[in-house]
T-cell receptor
């Protein structure tokens, strides 16, 4: 079945460590996105990529980095510069119809 | 910049009752509007979308939404809810078909009581 795969589902890290969240899609979509979800704040856009080897900052990009070396993959690195990294992270891709297809998320806890 | 307001943080309805979730948007031109549903610990699933044409759109799971330009609203409705509808619902707005940035509301959590 086609879809978005995020791994791992749960991730624990110590403060000061960088951590990379995986996002893979087999939907052949060009555009991919990373959102952060916090209780009561909805989804906030971190980074997005419209095509391979190109990406743009979203509304809350500070402390995060991404790469887009392959169409299928859009990993997100949460760096030690991100002040409040504990959150639920959602990856998505956009279909030709304009709607987003989401993965099941990664819950990151930093202590 | 576009924005979305979902004024109801939490709604409780009885099983079998009707449902309306409110969504108001802010954008100067014709928006592209979406409703998504999220079960706990999961990703979001598209319920329905409005791009143009008929202002009443039908979605999956018996949901519908109506675009009202004069009120800048896109409320989600269902005539009779089921216990399985308990989830969080997000309204989102995009500004044009080529704009990749969807802006989401803060969500409405729906609880169903027997």
């Amino acid at each position: 079945d086609g879809g978005i795969t995020q791994s791992p589902k749960y991730l624990f890290r110590k403060e000061g460590q960088n951590v990379t969240l995986s996002c893979e899609q087999n939907l052949n979509h060009d555009a991919m996105y990373w959102y952060r979800q916090d209780p009561g704040q909805g989804l906030r856009l971190i980074y997005y990529s419209q095509i391979v080897n190109d990406f743009q900052k979203g509304d809350i990009a500070e402390g995060y980095s991404v790469s887009r070396e392959k169409k299928e993959s859009f990993p997100l690195t949460v760096t030690s510069a991100q002040k409040n990294p504990t959150a639920f992270y959602l990856c998505a891709s956009r279909s030709q119809g304009g709607n987003l297809h989401f993965g099941n998320g990664t819950r990151l806890t930093v202590t | 910049a576009q924005s979305v307001t979902q004024p109801d943080i939490h709604i409780t309805v009885s099983e079998g009752a009707s449902l309306e979730l409110r969504c108001n948007y802010s954008y100067g031109a014709t928006p592209y509007l979406f409703w998504y549903v999220q079960s706990p610990g999961q990703g979001l699933q598209l319920l329905l979308k409005y791009f143009s044409g008929d202002t009443l759109v039908q979605g999956i799971k018996g949901f519908e939404a109506e675009f009202k330009r004069s009120q800048s609203s896109f409320n989600l409705r269902k005539p009779s809810v089921h216990w399985s509808d308990a989830a969080e619902y997000f309204c989102a707005v995009g500004t044009n078909f080529g704009n990749e940035k969807l802006t989401f509301g803060t969500g409405t959590r729906l609880t169903i009581i027997p």
